[in-house]
């Protein structure tokens, strides 16, 4: 394979492949960070009422597009078709919230002596957002959106596997009126057109999505320029089950947090860590509740579960229940699969293993969770806590005292008690430790594509 061999896209329900793009190499992404910074300039000039109608038109043209964008998700990505229409609508609330946010991005007036001291929040000039394949869209647009809204321009490079519906938002943006060059997406492979995005000098910022064993080599590569950069990355995190919580509810809440988006989710809970004196019942609970999720077609509305992303995942996965087995560990529970073409894997719950199992401490990435017990609060903690990782959780208990507790002493950075919900747009989004630096989402995400700018103007005349 060449630096600019065509990527193929295939069906991850069937196996083929529906589509061909071309690869960027390093120049092209020369190009296009040149141009973009050209069009950055015109875009931060305008009024901000003016970005922000432009970004709300854009979300009105995605809003008229989502079903559409919804089904090339299913195709590229193998998406549950609703889940796909969620996520198509994710990108538009988030242009609308972010519009709402580009005249509200004012800087502040601070006393001093002698004149006026007053903040700027500049926007950045080009901004490199990489995204991986496992929510392509949403991913893509927590990104861009804010990046956009606070002045900059931006050039995306999708995963290998799913160009598709960034590349058709770009058209989007561009039918909706946005200037030329002001959102490019550039599919390439990582190593190449990724890499060559990171280390280029035109290139304010870059916020990486992504697995943490990338996130630490772009990290690692923008630290020669002080390059600005946000880092989602991987995750492991636990669903803690104490023995005073409601156990049907926990239990029949429990499988689709691990098994949405066949378990590619970086909050994917899938370390439950079940109090001792409920373990056996909950995990009586659990079987049933695992075994009648249904996995198969992702166009078929009434489908839970779709396939893997691709072989190599699919593989991987294998992989990790292979050697959980050689740890000690069961297949307690079982899911059903559809058998033939297509990247299918059934829903697995693991018992048995020690915490330390790669298992039951690494990311799977896919529908495999690993049960542990526990004997008190103290140690339930030290088990949420007891990975690289920091980016969700969730705790389910009656005790209000003890979910404030625990939701202060698990590093990580979403929790949700007696849910698993954890991300709103509107809400900030992020991790802890090897789960990645910064924030996205919530009340703040613009600011993030800022630079505080602090000028002092005398009213003296003369520097006394
Ligand atoms: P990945 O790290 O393999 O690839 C992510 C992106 O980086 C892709 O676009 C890839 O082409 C690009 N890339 C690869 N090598 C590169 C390089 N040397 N320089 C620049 N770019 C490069 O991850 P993936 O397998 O696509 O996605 C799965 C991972 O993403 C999981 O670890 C998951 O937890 C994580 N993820 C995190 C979040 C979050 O918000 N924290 C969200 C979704 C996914």
Redo the contacts with the bound molecule.
Sequence with gaps: MTDSSPLDVLDPATGETIASVPGATAADVDDAVRRAARAQTGWAALAPGERARQLRRFAAVVDEHLEELAQLEVREAGHIVGNARWEAGNVRDLLDYAAGGVERLTGRQIPVAGGIDVTFLEPLGVIGV??????PMP?AAWGFAPALAAGNAVVL????TTPLTALRLAELALEAGLPEDLLQVLPG???VA??A??RHPGVAKIV????????R??MALCSDQVKRITL????KSPNIVFADADLEAAAAAAPMAFLDNAGQD?CARTRILVQRPVYDRFLELLEPAVESVRVGDPADERTQMGPLISRAQLERVGAYVEGARGDGGTPAIRGRAPEGPGFWFPPTVLTGLSPEAPAACE?I?GPVAVVLPFEDEADAVRLANGTEYG?SGSLWTRDVGRALRVSRAVRAGNLSVNSHSSVRYWTP?G?FGA??IGRELGPDALAAFTETKNVFISTEGTDR
Excluded: Y
């Design positions: 990489i995204v991986p394949w496992n929510f991913i490079k999708p995963a290998e492979r990582g190593d990724g890499e995005l990171v990486f999505t992504g697995s943490s064993r990338v996130g080599r772009v989602e990355l991987g995750g970086c990311e990435f980016l989004f991790g789960s990645g």
